[in-house]
């Protein structure tokens, strides 16, 4: 006679077997709509499969091809979260299709993009009201986690970044554009590295800073030689500059403003240091509204009754 618990157990063996089979068919699927010059491979004369082969999504995953196909075929074998997003990456999957794919393998995505549960309403509101001054929300991993109008545009556009790439550190290491905009950048580099090993101390082991780690491992050379000086640095207030691509030259003082110290989630805000940057900051800001087809509200009635703005 079966039991209720056994009943329970092979429904649930039943359900891993339907992941699996569901999880080996979307990944073919993907990976035969992706050719081989979207990945930067040659086509060759003699290629039958549409799309890429299993062995190339192998090497673009840094991953063995034996434990892909093996993949593919619905074997019962563990995935990690940095097998996933590697996945995600070379597949080009969109962020349905990341979630998707994270929910088959029956894992929990680590990357900022999949949640924000330390942002509340309030929160994003707060952002809202600081504008013109550049603010957003980061966790002690240096993801950026919301942002107003005015950091969006302040050292790239960063509407247009995939929202799994919005980090701190991973954007000032690989973006150009970002990268362009910060004035003093092999000290910001440097110090960026220290921040983030200093951080990393209370979060040894956890696969989304382990992969962070591996991604800015993988593609920054300049990564990977300020990471082995095994320096740290504690955060700090400090003046910052930056050459923004559509007002010019802005002196503002960064400032960390805590919401959670346990999790180090914090809200990060950019004060114009002088009159000039102020200045070019509201133009800033009226770009923006312009974009979104909205007025400025007039300065004196955006700073009622805060003269320390």
Not at 215 to 233: D, G, I, K, P, Q
Not at 247 to 276: C, F, I, K, Q
Request: hydrophobic content about 40%; proline content about 5%.
């Amino acid at each position: 006679m079966t039991t209720m618990a056994q009943e329970t157990a092979a429904a649930a063996v039943r359900g891993s077997d339907i992941r699996r089979y569901e999880l080996a068919a979307f990944l073919r699927s993907r990976r035969e709509r992706i050719t081989p010059e979207q990945v930067g491979l040659p086509r060759g004369a003699r290629r039958r499969t549409p799309g890429l082969r299993r062995e190339e999504v192998a090497h673009l995953s840094a991953v063995g091809v034996t434990w892909y196909t093996w993949l593919e075929q619905a074997r019962d074998i563990q995935v990690s979260v940095q097998v996933l997003d590697a996945l995600a990456r070379t597949l080009m999957l969109d962020a349905s299709e990341r979630a998707h794919l994270f929910q088959l393998a029956a894992a929990v995505d680590p990357t900022p993009a999949a949640s924000c549960a330390w942002v509340s309403p309030a929160q994003f509101e707060l952002l809202r009201q600081l504008e013109p001054i550049p603010a957003c929300i980061q966790n002690s991993r240096y993801d950026i986690l919301a942002y107003n109008r005015t950091y969006g545009r302040l050292m790239a556009d960063l509407d247009a970044v995939p929202p799994e790439d919005r980090n701190c550190i991973f954007l000032v290491y690989t973006n150009p554009e970002w990268r362009k905009s910060i004035v003093h950048l092999d000290e910001t580099m440097r110090l960026m590295a220290a921040k983030l090993r200093a951080s990393m101390a209370g979060h040894l082991g956890e696969p989304a800073w382990k992969m962070l780690v591996k991604r800015l491992t993988a593609e920054s050379a300049e990564f990977r030689e300020n990471w082995e000086r095994y320096e740290v640095v504690g955060m700090r207030t400090k003046t910052k500059q930056f050459l923004n691509p559509y007002v010019g030259l802005l002196t503002l003082d960064h400032t960390d403003l805590w919401l959670n110290p346990e999790s180090g989630a914090r809200m990060v805000t950019y004060v114009p240091s002088d009159a000039e940057s102020r200045e070019r900051l509201d133009a800033l800001y009226a770009m923006v509204l312009a974009e979104d087809g909205q007025a400025v509200t007039p300065a004196a009635s955006r700073t009622s009754g805060d003269s320390s703005r």
